[in-house]
């Protein structure tokens, strides 16, 4: 109904919630394009203007909703569980990834 | 009172227009659409590719216009309709009034006034369908995209106005409630300058649904243009519009010492309730003219120096029938011409007070009063005077812009065009 909204990655992988580990293990490039991809849907820029030594808050400004954003996003599309502290600790784009591929227990 | 004038009253201009409507996204192009008298309801594509079984599926809409150079991909990914649409309007209007000489005025005393009637509903209503199963899958900003605040504080954060920042909920009179309260708070001193309007996007299908259900609406969905027929005798219900109009507001010693050009004078305003029946409204209409003889007298006018009357005139036989009773109570059977722009734009909710007070002030400035479209000859005719077939040539002079919303609530202006 909402004409407004662009596609985004939110769209739940598995609605269900029926947590299953059959998921391939992304490479350290896929989970990067992955998280250049929700920030730049956040910021509304092109994935190419992010890449890993962008600073979200010293080069975008920003904020605490937009980052929340960032968050719910890579939840949805990785279906993993995305603490508030590890969103503040990451500084830069290549950080967040870092702190991903760790949680998601994968070797960066 | 500071910025008072001999009178003791300080007066407020309009100095800047912006508009986002079914009629044009300009306003000359508005202005023009509504001289042409052409309904602009079309069966709505997006109504009918849901596949709800909608008993109507026609609506006035606003044409695509591109909205990059308003508001970023950033920005536009937390908006909903109604505040995109709001906050174009605004930005249109600000820039018409002088965007320099707004944001310089100490911004604790310039505010943002907006009147809505469905708010962020037709986005949540959007949400719900989308998430509605699983709803911490719903999008991060679905809070700030929905409130009904919103359309309004996106303006103060867009210029840093401080001042005074409120939405009103009137229904059908959301956007004129806006526009005389921020004249108010002008006159009272609590603002130098205003952002004031009025904005829905209610096209949807669960809102066109709940209207249609109540009989509100046009049944006549094979010919959508002929539909919107305020006063004629075969109306049969509004037909439902998207939009929203926006005025910029000053007290006039300011704008006149700055040099702003200026469209014409806030010069009346009177608001009050039926307390009759929550959609109805009173057909006996006492009270809708006693709100049109308050805002006259608010004024300073007789009922006999309005030059026009630019109707709420929905095209439902309640409304229509209570609005021309209401008319001849008020000005004791001598009716100046009248018209209504929503045979042209269709019902906005709460843009249309704003689209109606605008585009009459425009009217009044340049002495026309347009035909209602599609009227073909009324049974309010010996109550009013329609303009009906051919537009009226009048006399240069104040404008009384009504606007009346279910819960019985009533709003009306005067606008007076500049001397």
């Known amino acids: 109904m909402d004409l407004s909204t662009p596609l985004d990655l939110s769209t739940p992988l598995d609605p269900g919630g029926t947590e299953t580990a059959t998921e391939p293990a992304l490479s350290r490039a896929e989970l990067s394009l992955t998280v250049r991809t929700a920030v730049s849907d956040v910021l509304g820029t092109e994935v190419g203007d992010i890449d890993e030594a962008t600073d979200l808050g010293n080069d975008f400004g920003i904020d605490s909703l937009e980052l929340m954003d960032v968050g719910s996003r890579l939840e949805n599309a990785l279906r993993v569980k995305i603490p508030v502290s590890d969103l503040l600790e990451a500084r830069t784009v290549g950080d967040a990834v870092d702190l991903l591929a760790r949680r998601m227990g994968r070797a960066a | ?419």
């Open chain 2, 1 to 419: 009172m500071k910025g008072a004038s001999p009178s003791g009253r300080v007066r407020v201009v309009v100095t800047g227009l912006g508009v986002k409507s079914p009629a044009g996204n300009d306003v000359e192009a508005a202005y023009a659409r509504l001289l042409a008298a052409e309904s602009t309801a079309v069966v709505a594509k997006h109504l009918v590719e849901a596949e709800r079984d909608l008993a109507v599926e026609m609506a006035c809409l606003v044409p695509e216009f591109e909205v990059e150079p308003y508001i970023t991909r950033r920005e536009r990914r937390q908006l909903d309709r109604a505040a995109e649409l709001l906050l174009c309007a605004a930005v249109d209007a600000v820039s018409d009034a002088g965007e320099l000489a707004l944001v310089d005025l100490p911004s604790s005393r310039v505010g943002v006034q907006v009147g809505t009637g469905m708010g962020g509903l037709g986005t949540m209503e959007g949400t719900t369908f989308d998430y509605g199963a699983h709803p911490m899958t719903m999008p991060v900003h679905t809070v700030p995209r929905t409130m009904a605040n919103s359309p309004a504080c996106r303006v103060a954060m867009r210029y840093g106005f401080r001042g005074n920042c409120a939405t009103y909920a009137t229904a059908c009179a959301s956007g004129t409630t806006a526009i005389g309260e921020a004249a108010r708070r002008i006159r009272y001193g609590e603002l130098d300058a205003a952002v004031a309007g009025g904005v829905d996007a209610p096209v949807t299908t669960t809102i066109v649904g709940a209207f249609a259900k109540m009989r509100a609406l046009s049944r006549r969905c094979d010919e959508p243009d002929r539909a919107s027929r305020p006063f004629d005798t075969d109306r049969d219900g509004f037909v439902m519009g998207e939009g929203a109009a926006v005025l910029v507001l000053e007290r006039r010693d300011l704008a006149l010492a700055r040099g702003a050009r200026i469209y014409g004078e806030i010069t009346g305003y009177a608001a009050n309730c039926d307390a009759f029946h929550i959609a109805a409204p009173d057909p006996e209409a006492v009270t809708a003219a006693e709100c049109m003889r308050l805002a006259v007298a608010d004024a300073g006018l007789s009922p006999g120096d309005i030059g026009h009357i630019s109707a709420h005139g929905t095209s439902t036989v309640l409304n229509d029938r209570a609005e021309a009773t209401a008319v001849h109570r008020c000005f004791a059977g001598q009716s100046p011409p009248l018209t209504a722009v929503k045979g042209v734009s269709g019902h906005l909710i709460g843009g249309s007070g704003a689209l109606e007070a605008l585009l009459g002030l425009l009217c009044a400035d340049r002495g026309v009063v347009p035909a209602v479209a599609n009227t073909l000859g009324s049974p309010e005719a010996d109550l009013v005077d329609v303009v009906i077939g051919s537009r009226r040539t009048i006399a240069r002079g104040p404008v009384l812009s009504n606007s009346f919303g279910f819960g019985g609530q009533n709003a009306c202006l005067v606008l007076t065009p500049p001397a």
